[in-house]
């Protein structure tokens, strides 16, 4: 880059400080700064600990957005310091930003944290290769491109954890497994030489902790860097387990078949009937919200449901588009 094209602004960053060896609560201390159009948020954490503080902590190794260590948080939104530039960074959220670790109430010193629910639950998952292999094979487990196409670039993820702390489902349910540990699930499921895929699907399908809690708010599939996608994963998990029969009737799998019906059945969603068809007699706990949902017109009753103009049009891509039996 061209000295020449080089600006510089001035940027108060509002970092995060905590050492729990030494520190009952956390704090924030300012830095004021100018900022070059060519740095990156890990020449701000390199400048903060040489120029400033010896004793600010974080982690980085490979600067290449290939190990994940450097993943922190800026004015809220995951991402990898040595990936995000700050012109970026600034252009989104203006002159005063916040760094912050990838999760708060793990924080070990400053922007270090302790990873260990990340990797029990990426280890829960078996994120492996399970097969019967022959000890002394004549040749080579041949996998096509096209195979290879159906792991969706799942195989790039670092593990980084950025999706994994975004995650509000995860931050009110320790059980729940999380988007990086699907996604990595979906890597080996969705592999041709895997032999223990009604296995993995079977825990993945658990109550609390399986993939049924994911909440569809693709806060993962934002700050993912390397465009895992996990959302997408999940997706895919939820349609194996129909097609590979691993399904049971739950409330969730309920909740995913009436979808189908309503849209099949209006061209549009019936959400009173989806709760219903969901819950059951359990639909009664709803009443006071469904009251309320009524009198904004959010439901109607189900004489006077409407239905699309383009009904036969959707029920034909439903038809089509449908791989599992429901």
Not at 193 to 221: M, P, T, Y
Request: aromatic share 8%; glycine share 6%.
């Amino acid at each position: 880059m061209s000295t020449s094209n080089i600006t510089t602004q001035k940027v108060n960053f509002k970092v995060f400080r905590f050492n729990a060896d030494e520190d009952y609560l956390p704090y924030y201390e300012d830095y004021n700064m100018d900022v070059t159009s060519e740095e990156v948020v890990l020449d701000i954490l390199n400048r903060i600990k040489w120029d400033h503080d010896g004793s600010f902590s974080y982690r980085r190794s490979c600067r290449h957005g290939i190990c994940g260590a450097c993943a922190i948080k800026v004015n809220g939104r995951s991402t990898l310091a040595c990936k995000e530039n700050m012109s970026t960074m600034i252009e989104l959220f203006g002159s005063e930003l916040t760094i912050e670790p990838l999760s708060i109430k793990r924080a070990v010193k400053d922007m270090i944290i302790d990873k260990g629910d990340f990797w029990e639950k990426h280890d829960a998952i078996h994120p492996y290769l399970i097969s019967d292999v022959d000890e002394h094979p004549e040749h080579e487990h041949i996998v096509t491109p096209e195979e290879a196409d159906r792991l969706l670039e799942a195989d790039l993820c670092i593990q980084c954890g950025a999706c994994h702390y975004a995650c509000p489902a995860l931050e009110v349910n320790d059980r729940f497994l999380g988007p990086a540990a699907f996604a990595k699930a979906y890597r080996f499921e969705a592999d041709v030489r895997d032999q223990a895929r009604n296995e993995r699907l079977q825990e993945l399908h658990s109550e609390e902790q399986g993939i049924w809690d994911c909440v569809k708010c693709f806060e993962c599939a934002e700050v993912c860097p390397k465009d895992v996608n996990p959302i997408d994963k999940i997706t895919k998990l939820h349609l194996m387990l129909f097609k590979e029969g691993v399904a049971t009737s739950n409330v969730a799998t309920r909740h995913a078949v009436g979808f189908k019906h309503s849209i099949a059945k209006h061209g549009m969603l019936d959400e009173g009937g989806l709760v219903l068809y969901s819950e059951g007699p359990g639909i009664v706990k709803h009443i006071p919200v469904a009251l309320q949902m009524f009198r904004k017109g959010k439901i109607v009753m189900p004489w006077n449901m409407p239905k699309s103009d383009n009904l036969d049009e959707i029920q034909k891509l439903i038809k089509s588009s449908s791989t599992a039996k429901f």
